[in-house]
């Protein structure tokens, strides 16, 4: 997509700078006229169209699931962090482990 851009770019600037007149700028559309109406052309433009689409389906597909994954991740540490609240407000501790290791023992 970006060399299509860039070539259209290009012509577009030299058409529009162009001093060679109308007859010039007649050729020259003329070209991009046939070139565009080529079935070869068409076929490809068509083709990379699909690619576009379906890579853009999939794009949507991946983040929709990484969406999904980091809403389940949030939920679930909420859900502990509640969890814990609620014990030590209730007076009891869970003691996951026993904690950083101190030189001075």
């Known amino acids: 997509m970006f ?9 577009a600037g030299y058409i529009l700078g162009s001093k060679a007149g109308r007859e010039r700028y007649d050729q020259i559309k003329d070209a991009a ?7 070869g052309v068409q076929r490809f433009t068509s083709e ?15 983040a ?7 809403g389940t991740k949030a939920r679930s540490a909420v859900s502990n962090i509640a969890r814990k ?21």
């Open 3 to 11: 060399k299509t851009g860039l070539v259209a770019g290009f012509a």
């Open 33 to 39: 006229r046939q070139f565009s109406s080529n079935p």
């Open 48 to 62: 990379v169209n699909k690619t576009v689409n379906l890579s853009k389906e999939r794009a949507r597909e991946a």
């Open 64 to 70: 929709t699931q990484a969406v999904e994954t980091a």
């Open 85 to 105: 609240s609620d014990q030590n407000a209730n007076g009891t501790t869970t003691v996951t482990g026993a904690g950083p290791k101190s030189d001075l023992s």
